[in-house]
């Protein structure tokens, strides 16, 4: 069966700081991938999406960067935290693009 | 672009009654799902019906799709307290990208 992991579950950064953020899914191959952001109470908002190997699609200008070096691995990063980054992460993987997603447990993020 | 809005965003209800949450969409759709969000945790596909599909099922669950009024609605029958979570809609835009309401927090009391 296929499983998603995310970590680390809870991140607190100081302003400034770096970021990595992983994402890996296991039990299928040639997933689509994606990061998305919900802040408190909120939908969710979609960062990038990832069809392959070395395929990153952003959806919005921002700090962050993502990168798939390996066929299950997506990995969220910023060189330099803003306040406005906190929130709560979500990665997803899917199998048939525009259908069903399978959502990782997600990460907190609290930029302080 | 395209966005589910659900309706109402917050409902309460006592266990054993019926709860139904509603989402419209501005344009043409391939599929709509829904999802459920427990505090704190990942989203939890629920069931996907598509644009020639009017009614589904699946278990407690039952979604209907209107595509005449671009509005869809998830009714989950005799609820219990472990229902309680957020539900969300979402529907693909014309890129195939997955647009998510902001979602109707349900709150099932005991």
């Known amino acids: 069966s296929q499983t998603i992991h995310q970590w680390p579950a809870t991140l607190v950064q100081p302003v400034g700081s770096p970021l990595s953020l992983e994402c890996t899914v296991e039990?299928?191959?040639?997933?689509?991938l994606y990061w998305y952001r919900q802040a408190a109470g909120r939908g969710l908002q979609l960062l990038f999406y990832?069809?392959?190997?070395?395929?990153i699609s952003s959806e919005v200008p921002q700090n962050l960067s993502a990168s798939r070096p390996q066929d299950r691995q997506f990995i969220l990063s910023s060189k330099k935290l803003l306040l406005s980054d906190s929130g709560f992460y979500l990665c997803?993987?899917?199998?048939?693009?525009?259908?069903?997603?399978?959502f990782g447990p997600g990460t907190r993020l609290l930029v302080l | 672009s395209q966005q589910g809005e659900e309706d109402p965003q917050a409902l309460s209800i006592q266990e054993g009654e019926n709860a139904t949450m509603n989402c419209s969409y501005k344009?043409?759709?391939?599929?709509l799902q829904w999802y459920r969000q427990n505090s704190g945790r990942g989203l939890v596909h629920l069931i996907l019906i598509r644009s020639n599909e009017r009614e589904k099922h699946s278990g407690r669950l039952r979604v209907t799709l209107d595509t005449s009024k671009k509005s869809s609605s998830l009714l989950i029958t005799a609820s219990r307290a472990a229902d309680t979570a957020s539900y969300f809609c979402a529907t693909d835009d014309e890129r195939g990208k997955l647009i998510f309401g902001q979602g109707t927090e349900l709150s099932v009391k005991p």
């Open positions: 990832s069809v392959g190997i070395g395929q």
């Open positions: 039990g299928t191959s040639n997933p689509n």
């Open positions: 997803a993987w899917s199998v048939v693009w525009g259908e069903t997603q399978y």
């Open positions: 344009t043409s759709i391939n599929n």
